[in-house]
């Protein structure tokens, strides 16, 4: 195995770790310019630091304003769940679907509603911040919070969806950060494939409490599954203070690397039904790396009215190591035959971005309310180069290997506004219109014959949606809206011309009834999407070589439920069933050319069923949880191919089978300072095809992890 330390890793940002270095020193000084105004109002403000919520606190009066369904995944189910990374997490989500490619979730796909969890049509941000490398540059892909860090999981769909933008057709999960606490706490753990994990959390606060500061730190190192072995490093500093009685200042910054041995190539077919557990790519290096900076105000003008800012910057680079292959020979050999000339498909990713938000209570002709405006500025780069190694490996990190096979600049500047107002119609029945208008220009930049080229686009979405509360234990919702999601700068200026490709966008409905008290809390949700002006490639070298060519209908039931019973015991269970995830119509290329007809086929990646159900215990310090997650059979292209096959690209595609995991965790608090925990993934030890891309990934084996928590 080659030593992947060789690999330089991101090139062309070498400001990365300065810039990282000099936001982390300023941080603590921020968090204790206090004044020395002290109240108890503020001082409760402090216990959470100001940031955009898509929800809020789990309470029923903030779930209950949201006009469509929501899923809140709170940090006590976290620390049951003990995840390996937010894949993991997002299972107690009904709507979503994971398609797994490795354990530890370097690279991430989900999909939400039937919308295939290959593309990236589902806003992901975490505290507010969108975390995606490039909303409209792309991609969705190459960076994903760390589990470590994540105290809970706000998931919103329906028409409040429409609070935040773009790529918010199957709506927004939101990863909420750890809030810094007084002391010290810290966690480590061992388990299978040689996987170590350490992670440090502590916190203070000044000595008038108007002042708070933390950071959560964790390293994780493993050989992996399949020896596809990883190390990451991430670190999240988070700061605040009072300014005055009605305003609070926040910052966080973060700092993450990862270093994967992992790469697009997967087994072929016969060694995987020998029960091969290589890794097929063992010299393959996926490098990445991600420094964020956030600055969120908070201003309480009056007595329900408050203004809401928040300022982000971040910088990330993904640089991708992969050896050639011999076509011909792996086909015989029916394993990966590789040569010796490696090239670096290698990114980095530019991006700031103000948003600010209004919120007000008002009073229309006797009927009460709440308006929201916002307004989001965005702008983003990305440099792409494909660095031709031509050798056994890279050794400097100038291009005198073998030059540059592709070097240009993509980059995005975007505006939008938003509003909408609730109207309170009585004490059980309110109504909120609203609506998000984006414009966005595009560009790139070949920077190796000085070519470019724009695009521009305006879109404009309403939305509707209404709650009303029936019984005590019922409120129904409903909502009806559109949703968009760019064309990426690869599809909108492919070949460096402007394709002239509208925005792929959705008309959403939805109906469901929810409620909750004590023992029992439920949701259950009827959904229906007609997406349009599905970007697809054309099939010969056109002038246009994308096009907007197609349509396709979702539609289908999620539910959810909690119930506390008696004796310590609880369960809990959630069912997503996607009858209709199917492409509608003909798809044609820009010359009125039919591509193919795959009317009523189904959506590659979108099972028709995925479910997750448990059980669990507590006895005094004792906590235990049995789960299940089903995952029904899918197809993984338009082809809706039934065998296993790999074609002339070296893609695989077939049926993939549906599949049961079952988890055990287990957690016992000593006392305050001390607990212990320890968890088995896949306890049946079933062995499965989680996806297809160059090969068969293999859904990860049993696994064991055990390991304790300090607190100081």
Same mark, same amino acid.
């Given at each position: 195995m080659r030593d992947f330390a060789e690999y330089p890793k991101g090139l062309n940002r070498p400001v990365f770790r300065r810039t990282a270095l000099?936001?982390?020193?300023?941080?603590?000084?921020?968090?204790?310019?206090?004044?020395?105004?002290?109240?108890?109002?503020?001082?409760?403000?402090?216990?959470?630091?100001?940031?955009?919520?898509?929800?809020?606190?789990? @309470?029923?009066?903030?779930?209950?304003?949201?006009?469509?369904?929501? +899923?809140?995944?709170?940090?006590?189910?976290?620390?049951? =769940?003990?995840?390996?990374?937010?894949?993991?997490?997002?299972?107690?989500? !009904?709507?979503?679907?994971?398609? !797994?490619?490795?354990?530890?979730?370097?690279?991430?796909?989900?999909?939400?509603?039937?919308?295939?969890?290959?593309?990236?049509?589902?806003?992901?941000?975490? @505290?507010? &911040?969108?975390?995606? !490398?490039?909303?409209?540059?792309?991609?969705?892909?190459?960076?994903?919070?760390?589990?470590?860090?994540?105290?809970? =999981?706000?998931?919103?769909?329906?028409?409040?969806?429409?609070?935040?933008?773009?790529?918010?057709?199957?709506?927004?999960?939101? #990863?909420?950060?750890?809030?810094?606490?007084?002391?010290?706490?810290?966690?480590?753990?061992?388990?299978?494939?040689?996987?170590?994990?350490?992670?440090?959390?502590?916190?203070?606060?000044?000595?008038?409490?108007?002042?708070? /500061?933390?950071?959560?730190?964790?390293?994780?190192?493993?050989?992996?599954?399949?020896?596809?072995?990883?190390e990451t490093t991430d670190v999240m500093i988070k700061a605040g203070t009072a300014i005055g009685r009605d305003q609070w200042l926040g910052v966080k910054f973060t700092h993450y690397e990862n270093d994967a041995n992992i790469s697009y190539r997967g087994l072929f077919l016969d060694e995987y039904k020998r029960g091969e557990k290589n890794n097929p790519a063992p010299d393959d290096y996926f490098l990445t790396g991600r420094v964020s900076f956030d600055i969120n105000h908070l201003w309480t003008i009056q007595p329900g009215v408050e203004l809401n800012t928040l300022v982000y910057w971040s910088d990330t680079y993904r640089d991708y190591w992969r050896f050639g292959v011999d076509g011909g020979a792996s086909a015989t050999a029916g394993s990966w035959v590789f040569n010796d000339n490696v090239n670096g498909n290698n990114r980095s990713f530019e991006r700031i971005g103000a948003e600010t938000r209004l919120t007000a209570d008002n009073s229309f002709a006797g009927v009460n309310g709440e308006a929201e405006i916002g307004l989001r500025y965005l702008k983003e780069e990305m440099v792409d180069q494909? &660095?031709?190694?031509?050798?056994?490996? !890279?050794? +400097?990190?100038?291009?005198?290997?073998?030059?540059?096979?592709?070097?240009?600049?993509?980059?995005?500047?975007?505006?939008?506004?938003?509003?909408?107002?609730?109207?309170?119609?009585?004490?059980?029945?309110?109504? %909120?219109?609203g609506v998000r208008v984006e414009y966005y220009e595009q560009t790139r930049k070949n920077r190796q014959n000085g070519s470019f080229v724009r695009t521009r686009n305006t879109e404009v979405m309403p939305g509707l949606g209404s709650t009303f509360q029936i019984a005590p234990m019922a409120q129904v919702y409903g909502s009806v809206y559109q949703a968009f999601s760019p064309a990426l700068n690869g599809d909108a200026l492919d070949g460096m011309q402007d394709q002239e490709l509208d925005a792929e966008t959705s008309v959403n409905l939805e109906l469901g009834v929810r409620g909750s008290n004590e023992r029992l809390n439920y949701e259950v949700t009827a959904f229906r999407m007609d997406f349009k002006n599905q970007i697809i490639p054309a099939n010969s070298n056109t002038n246009f070589q994308r096009t907007n060519g197609g349509k396709t209908f979702h539609q289908g039931l999620e539910a959810a439920i909690g119930v506390n019973l008696d004796g310590g015991f609880d369960v809990f269970a959630n069912l997503t069933w996607i009858p209709d995830a199917e492409f509608n119509g003909?798809?044609?290329?820009?010359?009125? &050319?039919?591509?193919?007809?795959? @009317?009523?086929?189904?959506?590659? #990646?979108?099972?028709? /069923?995925?479910?997750?159900?448990?059980?669990?215990?507590?006895?005094?310090?004792?906590? +235990?949880?049995?789960?299940?997650?089903?995952?029904?059979?899918?197809?993984? @292209?338009?082809?809706? +191919?039934?065998? =296993?096959?790999?074609?002339?690209?070296?893609?695989? %595609?077939?049926?993939?089978?549906?599949?049961?995991?079952?988890?055990?965790?287990?957690?016992?608090?000593?006392?305050?300072?001390?607990?212990?925990?320890?968890?088995v993934k896949n306890l049946t030890d079933e062995r499965y095809i989680a996806s297809l891309r160059q090969g068969i990934y293999v859904g990860p084996e049993r696994s064991y992890e055990a390991g304790v928590r300090l607190q100081f």
């Open positions: 000099a936001i982390a020193i300023s941080l603590p000084a921020a968090a204790f310019a206090t004044t020395a105004d002290n109240d108890t109002q503020r001082q409760a403000r402090m216990a959470q630091l100001p940031q955009i919520d898509v929800v809020g606190s789990a @309470d029923g009066t903030n779930i209950s304003r949201q006009t469509g369904a929501v +899923t809140m995944v709170s940090s006590e189910e976290l620390q049951m =769940i003990q995840p390996r990374s937010t894949e993991e997490a997002l299972r107690r989500v !009904p709507g979503v679907y994971i398609k !797994p490619e490795e354990e530890s979730a370097v690279v991430v796909n989900v999909g939400v509603r039937g919308l295939s969890s290959n593309d990236y049509k589902t806003l992901v941000l975490e @505290d507010g &911040v969108p975390v995606a !490398p490039g909303l409209f540059v792309g991609n969705g892909r190459y960076y994903n919070p760390r589990i470590q860090r994540i105290d809970n =999981i706000e998931v919103l769909r329906g028409s409040s969806a429409l609070r935040y933008g773009p790529g918010n057709i199957g709506g927004v999960i939101n #990863y909420r950060t750890k809030e810094p606490a007084d002391g010290i706490a810290i966690e480590t753990s061992v388990g299978s494939w040689d996987t170590y994990k350490t992670m440090i959390e502590l916190g203070g606060s000044s000595p008038s409490g108007d002042g708070i /500061f933390g950071a959560v730190i964790s390293h994780v190192k493993s050989d992996g599954f399949m020896d596809k072995g990883y494909t &660095v031709l190694a031509i050798r056994e490996r !890279p050794r +400097t990190p100038d291009n005198g290997r073998g030059g540059l096979g592709r070097d240009r600049i993509d980059a995005a500047e975007s505006y939008a506004l938003y509003a909408q107002n609730r109207f309170d119609l009585s004490d059980r029945w309110s109504v %909120t219109p003909n798809r044609f290329a820009s010359d009125g &050319v039919t591509i193919n007809t795959p @009317d009523g086929n189904r959506i590659p #990646y979108t099972p028709e /069923f995925v479910a997750n159900a448990g059980v669990g215990y507590q006895q005094g310090g004792l906590r +235990t949880q049995l789960s299940a997650n089903y995952t029904g059979s899918q197809f993984t @292209d338009v082809g809706n +191919t039934r065998a =296993i096959t790999e074609n002339t690209s070296g893609f695989f %595609t077939g049926k993939i089978d549906s599949f049961t995991t079952v988890d055990f965790s287990t957690r016992y608090a000593v006392n305050r300072q001390l607990e212990l925990f320890g968890a």
